[in-house]
């Protein structure tokens, strides 16, 4: 069993920036995906940022040009920098990850951001 846990949520004003982070109990590198999801109050659950196999790097539309996704192996992290923030970004973030094959899904709690004035 992988364990993530997430940190680094918060409030934030419009234009504001965030730093998530997400440690992982395995080494990120035996993971075959790894990555961010998001779900707003009232809707579905939706991928945010991935990456696959070290190589796959993929973005959800609203989010290009303002978010990044990064690995750090020494630490096993997975980082989701947020910039230019707006509020429709509010939500709770979920750090996720997938077995090698994809056979098992691995979720964080769930951290909240909020963007607001």
């Known amino acids: 069993q992988v364990q993530l846990v997430e940190s680094g949520g918060g409030l934030v004003q419009p234009g504001g920036s965030l730093r998530l982070s997400c440690a992982s109990s395995?080494?990120?590198?035996?993971?075959?995906?790894v990555g961010w999801y998001r779900q707003a109050p009232g809707k579905q659950r939706e991928l945010v940022a991935s990456?696959?196999?070290?190589?796959?790097?993929d973005y959800a539309d609203f989010v290009k040009g303002r978010f990044t996704l990064s690995r750090d192996a020494p630490t096993n992290t997975i980082n989701l920098q947020l910039n230019n923030l707006k509020p429709e970004d509010t939500a709770v973030y979920y750090c996720?990850?997938?077995?090698?094959?994809?056979?098992?899904?691995?979720w964080g709690q769930g951290i909240p951001v909020t963007v607001s004035s």
């Open positions: 996720h990850a997938t077995s090698p094959g994809g056979r098992i899904d691995y």
């Open positions: 395995a080494s990120i590198f035996s993971l075959d995906t």
């Open positions: 990456i696959t196999k070290g190589v796959i790097l």
